[in-house]
């Protein structure tokens, strides 16, 4: 047989094939909601009424029957229904499982009426799987472009939401409880805040990867995903449920940062929140403990807001601190190797020889030092009230210079994430 006459067969099988689907498509439509709705109750797809899932299937299968006999194929994909599993929050399968459960249906009854020549079925068999292709394809994109959306808008509002409780003054309750429920997200539970800061300042790439590392701890502890997030690149807040089945999520985080992110990540956490509104102190203490986690150079570890709350009080009044400075360690201000000195001491125990060593000096330098010290300050060095009482004043004075280094932009976490 001649090319144009084999075409010519193919052609006229296909208009034969479509007016046949047209006078069965009640029958196949019937057809497909039976195999549509025991899947259903099988729990594999989403339930969806069986009278649209017919007249669904009713217009697919006079595209298919226009597209066999070139009336125009696929004009309009008929329902949307990728849209609507976008806004469900469902899985993208479910947004063409039907289309394809039709296709095998369409494609059997084809096969079972053939009373022609294995090459014009196999033509047909063609045709219908490319007019399906492009109404999946339809059925994918209208998925993602609701799915960008609306995670765009969840993203706006889960961050406009973190903002308010970050800012400080009181909110109120019902509206964050509004605006949760709108995130699918139960306000009634209790909250903690963790901080994330990348030092050095990352690259994109390198903010890309320490991101995900610290969500996929997050999403780990919970699963649900109920998580606000605030960012900006190379600074993460994120509000997270804590009761959750499993490793708490200050275990998680510590087991992170013993891995190579712990080289250039420093973490915080405050203390939790019984509800989602009442949270806001914990995103404000998780932002402070970071602060001087980073003024410490405490990275590759976890600082709760316990952990340095003296600290956190002294950083946020600012003349209680300078007035422990000024009465307590006044006059070695001027002298930073007598409170370089102080500040070893204290830290090794108030061990003589481990002070020196740690200062790559003589034990009788340190000793003399510690002498003045005591002389200028009018503390015995030997005292643990005394010297408790210095520590107080070291602990003001890093306060001080934490604040100025805040109001000079370089530290100041709460303007760098509403920047």
């Avoid at 109404?135 to 995670?151: G, K, M, V």
């Avoid at 009080?313 to 003349?319: G, I, K, P, S, V």
């Avoid at 070291?394 to 976490?413: F, G, K, S, V």
Wanted: hydrophobic share 45%; aromatic share 4%; charged share 25%.
């Amino acid at each position: 047989m001649a090319p144009s006459d084999m075409s010519a067969t193919i052609t006229d099988h296909m208009t034969t094939v479509a007016r046949d689907l047209e006078s069965a498509s009640t029958a196949l439509a019937n057809e497909f909601v039976r195999q549509y709705v025991s899947t259903t109750e099988s729990g594999s797809v989403d339930r969806q009424a069986p009278v649209e899932a017919f007249d669904m299937a009713v217009r697919v299968i006079g595209l298919c029957a226009d597209g066999l006999a070139d009336r125009g194929a696929g004009a309009e994909l008929p329902a949307g229904r990728g849209a609507r599993v976008a806004l469900q929050g469902k899985p993208v399968a479910e947004a063409v499982e039907w289309l394809r459960l039709l296709e095998r249906v369409v494609a059997d009854h084809v096969l079972g009426h053939a009373t022609a020549g294995r090459d014009q079925i196999r033509a047909v068999l063609g045709r219908l799987a490319e007019l399906f292709d492009v109404l999946c394809t339809r059925e994918l994109e209208s998925f993602t472009s609701t799915y960008n959306e609306l995670a765009g808008w969840q993203a706006r509002v889960g961050t406009d939401l973190l903002s308010c409780l970050i800012a400080g003054p009181a909110v109120d309750a019902s509206t964050v409880n509004d605006q949760a429920r709108m995130l699918n997200i139960n306000p009634h539970q209790r909250f903690r805040a963790v901080a994330a800061y990348h030092d050095p300042a990352p690259t994109a790439q390198q903010w890309v990867r320490a991101r995900r590392r610290i969500m996929e701890v997050l999403w780990r502890h919970d699963p649900r995903r109920e998580i606000l997030i605030r960012e900006r690149r190379g600074l993460l807040l994120a509000l997270v449920p804590i009761d959750r089945a499993g490793p708490g999520l200050v275990e998680l985080l510590t087991r992170m940062l013993d891995d190579e992110p712990g080289r250039s990540l420093f973490v915080s956490a405050g203390e939790p929140g019984a509800t989602l509104p009442a949270a806001g102190h914990s995103c404000r203490q998780a932002l402070s403990a970071l602060e001087i986690s980073i003024y410490r150079d405490q990275r590759g570890q976890v600082t709760q807001c316990t952990d340095v709350i003296l600290e956190v009080l002294l950083a946020h009044n600012r003349w209680v601190s300078k007035r422990l400075i000024e009465t307590r360690i006044g006059q070695l201000v001027e002298k930073p190797h007598l409170l370089d000195t102080l500040r070893v001491y204290i830290s090794c125990d108030m061990a003589l020889q481990r002070t020196a060593e740690e200062l790559v000096v003589h034990p009788n330098t340190v000793a003399y030092r510690l002498r003045q010290i005591a002389t200028l300050t009018g503390r015995d060095m030997r005292r643990i009230t005394d010297i408790g009482d210095l520590n107080v004043a070291l602990m003001a004075y890093d306060a001080i210079q934490m604040r100025r280094d805040r109001e000079e932009a370089r530290t100041d976490l709460r303007a760098r994430l509403f920047a």
